[in-house]
């Protein structure tokens, strides 16, 4: 896969959850994801942001187009915090558990809205969550 470019977009208040969302669209047009694609990343851009904010307290998102060496285009996300982490990932990925008030669909729900899905986390070393999703 190569880069085609990247934009980090710090995360650290809701103004900036709505930035990453603009970012995301924005390299999902620029790389020809189908409308129901882009919605589709958008979306799970948002929620996996708002994660960023609000268990992980604050971080980044690097948003960039892909390429697959196939010519597919894609656009590829990677979120980070330093936050106290995820103690049971499996958990944590389970439909209808949540940690705080939300509907426990941020994390399962991202990632059956992408093509791949990456998730490292542990008690104390926060997260990082990356995400790609393919052009058709």
């Known amino acids: 896969m190569t880069d085609a470019g990247a934009t980090e977009i710090p995360i650290g ?27 589709k ?35 590829r996300i990677l979120f980070a915090d330093e936050g106290p982490g995820i103690p049971d990932l499996d958990l944590a990925l389970t439909d209808g558990w949540t940690s705080g008030n939300g509907l426990g669909l ?10 791949e899905f990456s998730l490292d986390s542990a008690p104390g070393a926060g997260t990082r969550i990356t995400v790609v999703k393919w052009g058709r």
């Open 13 to 39: 208040s809701g103004d900036d959850v709505v930035r990453v969302r603009q970012a995301v669209r924005e390299a999902a047009g620029a790389a020809k994801l189908s409308l129901v694609d882009q919605t």
């Open 41 to 75: 990343i958008v979306t799970a851009a948002s929620e996996l942001a708002r994660n960023t904010l609000i268990y992980g307290g604050g971080g980044h998102a690097r948003v960039e187009r892909v390429d697959s060496g196939l010519g597919r285009a894609g656009i």
């Open 106 to 115: 941020g994390l399962s729900g991202a990632r059956r809205l992408v093509d």
